[in-house]
C-alpha cells in the first residue's frame, strides 16, 4: 500500500514590489532595506500575512487545497500577480506489500510451474516450492500479481538442517517473515499458518531448521516487507511527478495563468488592503507515489503609470 501525500508549504519563496515613475525603475522588497529613490514619491510593497492548508488530512487523495493572503503595505495601490510552484519528492515516502518465495520465471498471478505451484483457495492462492534435498535452489521474492522482483531466497541443506535465507534489495526490510517447510504440500496459504513466524525487522535473515527426512522438501515462504527509502522509490514504475492541475478559487484572480504560471489580480488593491489567493491542486494521475510540495511566490507593480503593461506585458488583465 503506497502512502500519497500532499504537503501545504507555509513558505513564501518570493514577494517583490515594483515601483515606476516616468523611466525610473525601483524594486521594493518586504524587507525593511528598500533601496532608495529620491525622485519617487510613495512605495508599493506587499506582504504574505498568512498561509495555511485548509484540508489537512495527513493522506492525500485526489485534491488538497491552500491559501495564502496578501497584503498591501506600501503607500500606492498596486496590481497583483501570484503564482504557485510546486516542488515533488518521492524519497521517503513508506510502502508496505505482501511478498512471496517463487521461482524467477514467474510473472504472472496463475502461471503455471513446476517449481512453484499454486495451493489455497481462490484469490488466496500462494505458491509454495519444491526442494530436491542435496541440491540448491534459488528464488526471488515478489510481490504484487506479477510478483515484481524485491529479494532472492537461496535454500540448501547440510547434514542436520535446512537452510532458507532471504534477502531483499532496493531498501525493502523484512518486517514479518512465515516458512512452511514439510514432506508433503502446504494447504491453506494463510501466511500466519505456515508457521515459524519471524519478526526481522532487517534486510536480510537465514532460517535453520531441522532437516526432513524425505528426499523431496515442500517449501513455502511468506514475508511482510515495508520501505520508506529513497531506493524503491526511484526503481519504481511511478515514481515520477504527476499530472495534475491548479484552479484558483478566490475571487478577482485571472481563471487561468499566463505562459509562466502567473496568475493576476487586475483590480487595484489599496494600501493596507489584503487580497486572499486560494488554490485546489488535484491530482490526476490514479497511480502515484511520493509528496508534493506547493510554495507560493507573488509580486507587485503600481497602479499609475501604466506599469503593468510595462513590467508585465504578457498579463491578462487586458
Same mark, same amino acid.
Given at each position: 500500500?503506497?502512502?500519497?501525500?500532499?504537503?501545504?508549504?507555509?513558505?513564501?519563496?518570493?514577494?517583490?514590489?515594483?515601483?515606476?515613475?516616468?523611466?525610473?525603475?525601483?524594486?521594493?522588497?518586504?524587507?525593511?532595506?528598500?533601496?532608495?529613490?529620491?525622485?519617487?514619491?510613495?512605495?508599493?510593497?506587499?506582504?504574505?500575512?498568512?498561509?495555511?492548508?485548509?484540508? =489537512?488530512? =495527513?493522506?492525500?487523495?485526489?485534491?488538497?487545497?491552500?491559501?495564502?493572503?496578501?497584503?498591501?503595505?506600501?503607500?500606492?495601490?498596486?496590481?497583483?500577480?501570484?503564482?504557485?510552484?510546486?516542488?515533488?519528492?518521492?524519497?521517503?515516502?513508506?510502502?508496505?506489500?505482501?511478498?512471496?518465495?517463487?521461482?524467477?520465471?514467474?510473472?504472472?498471478?496463475?502461471?503455471?510451474?513446476?517449481?512453484?505451484?499454486?495451493?489455497?483457495?481462490?484469490?488466496?492462492?500462494?505458491?509454495?516450492?519444491?526442494?530436491?534435498?542435496?541440491?540448491?535452489?534459488?528464488?526471488?521474492?515478489?510481490?504484487?500479481?506479477?510478483?515484481?522482483?524485491?529479494?532472492?531466497?537461496? /535454500?540448501?541443506?547440510?547434514?542436520?538442517?535446512?537452510?532458507?535465507?532471504?534477502?531483499?534489495?532496493?531498501?525493502?526490510?523484512?518486517?514479518?517473515?512465515?516458512?512452511?517447510?514439510?514432506?508433503?504440500?502446504?494447504?491453506?496459504?494463510?501466511?500466519?499458518?505456515?508457521?515459524?513466524?519471524?519478526?526481522?525487522?532487517?534486510?536480510?535473515?537465514?532460517?535453520?531448521?531441522?532437516?526432513?527426512?524425505?528426499?523431496?522438501?515442500?517449501?513455502?515462504?511468506?514475508?511482510?516487507?515495508?520501505?520508506?527509502?529513497?531506493?524503491?522509490?526511484?526503481?519504481?514504475?511511478?515514481?515520477?511527478?504527476?499530472?495534475?492541475? /491548479?484552479?484558483?478559487?478566490?475571487?478577482?484572480?485571472?481563471?487561468?495563468?499566463?505562459?509562466?504560471?502567473?496568475?493576476?489580480?487586475?483590480?487595484?488593491?489599496?494600501?493596507?488592503?489584503?487580497?486572499?489567493?486560494?488554490?485546489?491542486?488535484?491530482?490526476?494521475?490514479?497511480?502515484?507515489?511520493?509528496?508534493?510540495?506547493?510554495?507560493?511566490?507573488?509580486?507587485?507593480?503600481?497602479?499609475?503609470?501604466?506599469? /503593468?503593461?510595462?513590467?508585465?506585458?504578457?498579463?491578462?488583465?487586458?
Amino acid at each position: 500500500m503506497i502512502k500519497k501525500s500532499l504537503l501545504i508549504s507555509l513558505l513564501t519563496i518570493t514577494i517583490i514590489g515594483l515601483i515606476i515613475a516616468g523611466s525610473s525603475l525601483a524594486y521594493f522588497t518586504d524587507k525593511d532595506e528598500n533601496p532608495e529613490v529620491a525622485f519617487v514619491l510613495g512605495n508599493v510593497q506587499i506582504q504574505s500575512m498568512t498561509a495555511e492548508e485548509v484540508n =489537512s488530512a =495527513s493522506v492525500f487523495d485526489e485534491c488538497r487545497t491552500a491559501q495564502w493572503k496578501i497584503k498591501n503595505t506600501g503607500t500606492k495601490q498596486a496590481k497583483l500577480r501570484a503564482k504557485v510552484i510546486t516542488n515533488w519528492d518521492n524519497a521517503g515516502v513508506c510502502s508496505s506489500e505482501t511478498a512471496w518465495a517463487v521461482d524467477d520465471s514467474i510473472v504472472n498471478k496463475w502461471q503455471v510451474s513446476a517449481i512453484s505451484p499454486l495451493f489455497g483457495q481462490g484469490a488466496s492462492q500462494a505458491r509454495y516450492n519444491i526442494f530436491n534435498k542435496g541440491g540448491t535452489l534459488t528464488l526471488k521474492l515478489g510481490y504484487g500479481a506479477n510478483y515484481t522482483n524485491i529479494g532472492t531466497v537461496y /535454500i540448501w541443506n547440510d547434514a542436520d538442517k535446512i537452510y532458507v535465507e532471504i534477502d531483499t534489495i532496493n531498501g525493502w526490510e523484512l518486517s514479518e517473515t512465515h516458512l512452511y517447510v514439510g514432506l508433503t504440500p502446504p494447504t491453506k496459504s494463510a501466511p500466519g499458518q505456515l508457521g515459524n513466524t519471524r519478526e526481522p525487522n532487517s534486510t536480510s535473515y537465514t532460517y535453520e531448521l531441522p532437516l526432513p527426512s524425505g528426499s523431496q522438501i515442500y517449501i513455502a515462504l511468506h514475508a511482510a516487507v515495508s520501505s520508506c527509502g529513497e531506493e524503491e522509490m526511484s526503481t519504481s514504475s511511478n515514481a515520477a511527478e504527476p499530472d495534475y492541475n /491548479i484552479q484558483v478559487l478566490s475571487n478577482g484572480w485571472t481563471e487561468v495563468p499566463d505562459n509562466n504560471g502567473w496568475y493576476y489580480y487586475c483590480s487595484s488593491v489599496l494600501p493596507q488592503q489584503e487580497i486572499e489567493f486560494k488554490v485546489r491542486l488535484c491530482v490526476t494521475d490514479e497511480d502515484w507515489e511520493g509528496n508534493l510540495e506547493l510554495y507560493f511566490e507573488a509580486e507587485a507593480v503600481q497602479t499609475s503609470n501604466n506599469a /503593468i503593461d510595462h513590467e508585465w506585458p504578457q498579463n491578462l488583465c487586458n
